[in-house]
């Protein structure tokens, strides 16, 4: 009897795309399937450093251009998997896995969206035309060609999403897609909050800040920095995790000098660690089209840890966060004033920080983990008539 194949299409394995596909490819593993993961490398050479372990990749040079569309068959002939799975509806993903799938008659065919990538940029209606209808067409997954594609969407089988304003336009499941319980586990040995903390060689007794990943500017680095230039929070310290040439890592560093902590990229697996030395993950999504459809996924690993979040009231942030029983401090959109205060309470009072924290832990166990995540995708397959062998 052959074990099922899946085969998932990322768009740009480079980048951090693969952070959404990545614990749904551990959960169809964990239910049995054989995965492989296929995808373009655009802005990079090499996999996206985090997650370049545990699955076999398969991947094409390319770029953003438009011409890229003529390599996704080429793409597509590299997916062996029974079952096709695209992540973003996107003409790098989501066009060569309907090649794959025969447009979903020869193979079944799975959509996942995380984000609204339909939302056409500009604050008049004149910008609106020049920014998407003038300029960018050298750019492959701009708006006006995500607009030509999205009619295909309804040849996917099943569509799962990552937020309740993604499941207004598409329908389908929400995946919170969540990290493994078993690795992000604030009570293994080896996340003693001191011993990672030297391990990073991280100040000891200073209350601890982190940012990790792709500083976006609808993430709010800026407003963090602004924040911790305050008196009030003097004393704390952030950690970056990232590269320290991006621009805004630049910033943070020359703003908040020795209080600011430098770490370069990670894999997946020794974040668990370095959540462990922190003491407050702060999410500060901007409020705007495109964040009103994210759900960040530093926020389930700091909450999968038992985190301290403050985290803005954006997208699903608040019914996950802000909910009763309280799982982090909800601040409004851009308020440092709030978020100062958020900041102080916690470091203050700890029982309280860590009862919203151990919340946390609950929910996601629950919601967002890799056992929950496996479970969804059961019933998804079962939906399907999907069995996992043949």
Known sequence: MRVKKISLFVHDLAANPIGRAYPIAKALKKIGFEVEIIGFLITGDKIYSPYNDTFNYLTLRA????????????????????????????WTS???????????????????????????????AADLIYKNFIRGWNFIISPKYNWILHPLTRLAAHKTVSTTALQRIYGGEIILHGPDSSLFDPTRSNCDKSAC?????????????????????HKGLDSLVRALTQPQLSSFHLVLCGNAKWEEYVYALNALGQRC????????SSMPELLAAVDIVPVLQRQG???????????????????AIIAT????????????????????????????????EIINNPDEARGRGDNARRYFLDNASLSANTDKMRGIMNKLNINISS
Not at 69 to 87: E, H, Q, T, V
Not at 99 to 123: C, H, M, T, V, Y
């Open 94 to 124: 989501y066009w060569p896995a309907l090649l794959a799938s025969g447009f979903g008659r020869k193979k079944p065919l799975l959509l996942d969206i995380e984000d609204n990538e339909l939302i056409l940029q500009g604050n008049s």
């Open 313 to 344: 009231a954006v997208s699903d942030m608040p019914s996950i966060i802000g909910a009763n029983p309280a799982r982090g401090w909800i601040i409004p959109s851009l308020d440092e004033k709030a978020f100062i205060t958020a900041a102080l």
């Open 289 to 307: 089209k495109f964040s009103s459809a994210q759900l960040p996924v530093k926020m389930l690993d700091a909450m999968a840890m038992g985190k």
């Open 261 to 268: 902590h430098m770490i370069d990229f990670l894999p997946n």
């Open 63 to 90: 770029d953003s251009r438009p011409r890229t569309i003529f390599k996704a068959a080429d793409l597509a002939r590299k997916a062996s998997g029974d079952i096709i799975y695209a992540f973003k509806p996107l």
């Open 197 to 217: 903390r030297r391990k990073f060689n991280l100040p000891q007794s200073s209350p601890l800040l982190l940012f990790a990943g792709t500083p976006y500017p």
